[in-house]
């Protein structure tokens, strides 16, 4: 699948960061604080300073063994870098030999100062090791400066195996000894074949030629060097915390004003519509009270009619009538041990009704019956409980017509 390159490239040589246009060639100063806006799609090339390399034979073919052998050895030497959502590791395969991988890892331990100072880090849409970005001579070692910094990078056949910050201009005296010793441990490990030359990405420095020459015992040359070219170093998968937090940041961000938006679009619309209920509501009141003075004196005739027959309803309705009433009540009352000492039908509602019982049997006997009787039903009754008077005891009833 070919990967879709931006415009720009972030880089950084010996005179410092500049944007470089990966289309053209141009350069162009960095504005300003380090991390400026870039000026357009923009590759991030971390600086070898912030890289750590970490070389190894891996007994094995497979991709998910190999990760977690690289891991594992990332943690071991102590450059884990936890506690963010990014990716700040990655490893690539050099050379299979039979049942191992000879593979690279690169891991950015630390945070990246630019990043950190830049005011829109999440606009770089890809990051690459700088080193990455520039084809390796054959089987060299390779010395370069990226600002202040010397830094050495080693090649096997034509893929970077490995590289290494050796420090400022203060380490000089000792690059040809650290390059040396670098180039003894690789071999001493099978990590190389063995470099058969040196190259200096630089002008050309007579003393730093001879250093060189006397401590490796290999040809040196200084060369110019080469254009970064993206499109054929390998894939190299990184996305540093700051970026992705950034990321995460905007997204959260733009996820709120959208259920902002449909949150106040919904308000709106309900406001819309209670407006548009409560209007509707008048109309219709309107349309009510219109209806009601149209129909007043018919509804007073009609209200007058009701009165009316309510009034008459006890002599109308034989249930009601106050004779039938205490023929009702008088057929609950038992033949002897009872007596009916009060009767009265007050408003036409309420039934109020004073008895005596010989025993407390009798009294509770008649309560059950008011409660019980059918043709009583349109009553509620309130019967408290009976009292002893004398040697009787007597009993009160009130019942409520319901309807």
Do not use: C
């Amino acid at each position: 699948m070919t990967r879709t390159l931006p415009e720009w490239a972030y880089l950084v040589d010996e005179s410092g960061r500049y944007w470089y246009h990966l289309g053209n060639g141009t350069r162009q100063a960095v504005e300003g604080d380090k991390g400026a806006r870039p000026p357009g799609k923009t590759l991030f090339a971390i600086a070898t300073n912030d890289l750590v390399s970490i070389p190894q034979w891996v007994s094995s073919k497979d991709p998910d063994i190999i990760k977690e052998v690289v891991d594992a050895e990332i943690t071991r030497l102590g450059f884990q870098r936890n506690g963010g959502p990014g990716k700040v590791s990655d490893w690539k395969p050099v050379e299979l030999n039979g049942t191992r991988t000879l593979v690279q890892s690169i891991t950015t331990p630390w945070a990246l100062d630019e990043l950190a100072k830049s005011p829109a880090p999440n606009e770089f849409v890809d990051f690459f090791p700088q080193y990455a970005l520039y084809p390796p001579p054959e089987s060299a070692a390779v010395l370069w400066r990226e600002g202040g910094t010397w830094v050495a990078g080693y090649s096997r056949g034509k893929r970077w195996i490995h590289v290494q910050t050796l420090g400022g201009e203060e380490m000089r005296p000792l690059l040809a000894g650290e390059i040396n010793l670098t180039l003894i441990e690789l071999s001493a490990k099978g990590l190389l074949d063995g470099a058969s030359r040196v190259v200096v990405w630089g002008p050309y420095d007579l003393e730093l030629h001879q250093a060189l020459q006397e401590e490796t015992g290999l040809a040196v040359a200084f060369e110019n060097r080469p254009a970064p070219a993206p499109a054929a170093a390998p894939a190299w998968d990184f996305e540093p915390h700051e970026v992705s937090r950034a990321r995460i940041a905007r997204t959260r961000r733009r996820r709120g004003l959208i259920a902002g938006f449909f949150a106040l679009l919904a308000m709106t619309l309900l406001a819309a519509a209670a407006t548009f209920h409560l209007w509707h509501l008048g109309q219709s009141n309107e349309q009510l009270r219109a209806r009601i003075l149209e129909s007043r004196e018919d509804a007073d005739t009609i209200s007058t009619a009701m009165d009316r027959w309510q009034t008459l309803g006890p002599a109308i309705d034989p249930r009601r009538s106050p004779i039938e009433l205490f023929h009702q009540i008088s057929t609950l009352l038992p033949e002897t041990g009872l007596r009916l000492t009060s009767f009265e039908v007050r408003d036409d509602k309420v039934i109020e009704v004073r008895a005596e019982g010989a025993t407390m049997a009798n009294a509770i006997q008649i309560k059950a019956a008011f409660e019980k009787a059918e043709a009583l039903a349109d009553y509620a009754w309130e019967i408290p409980p009976p009292r002893a008077k004398d040697d009787l005891t007597e009993i009160f009833a009130t019942g409520t017509y319901r309807f």
